[in-house]
């Protein structure tokens, strides 16, 4: 079983700056990829961010220059560095990660439970 909880979210002014983490744990064997997505009331769930094991990292074009994701690969955890926030961010933030279990050859995906950030105006 793995969890992953997410926090760091809240409320914050246009312009302002946030950092959401996300900690995996259980039976982990290695991750591969860990991202955040987001997803604005009446919208589709778009990525945000993902990075690989080894550091490559690939952004949303409305993020870029703003988001900055890095991880942890010892404490496999991966944050998510928010600055210049607009009220257009406001939205829930899931973390995901791509797992591997021990004794197995697949990848599994698994999703964190989205901790809520709010730009006002």
């Known amino acids: 079983q793995v969890q992953l909880v997410e926090s760091g979210g809240g409320l914050v002014q246009a312009g302002g700056s946030l950092r959401v983490s996300c900690k995996a744990s259980?039976?982990?064997?290695?991750?591969?990829?860990m991202g955040w997505y987001r997803q604005a009331l009446g919208k589709q769930r778009e990525l945000v961010a993902r990075?690989?094991?080894?550091?490559?990292?690939n952004y949303a074009d409305s993020v870029k220059g703003r988001f900055t994701i890095a991880r942890d690969n010892a404490k496999n955890t991966v944050y998510l560095q928010m600055n210049s926030l607009k009220p257009d961010d406001t939205a829930v933030y899931y973390c995901?990660?791509?797992?591997?279990?021990?004794?197995?050859?697949?990848?599994?995906?698994?999703w964190g439970q989205g901790t809520q950030v709010t730009v006002s105006s």
């Open positions: 995901t990660a791509e797992v591997k279990l021990p004794h197995s050859v697949r990848l599994f995906d698994y």
């Open positions: 259980g039976s982990i064997f290695s991750i591969n990829v």
């Open positions: 990075i690989t094991r080894g550091g490559d990292t």
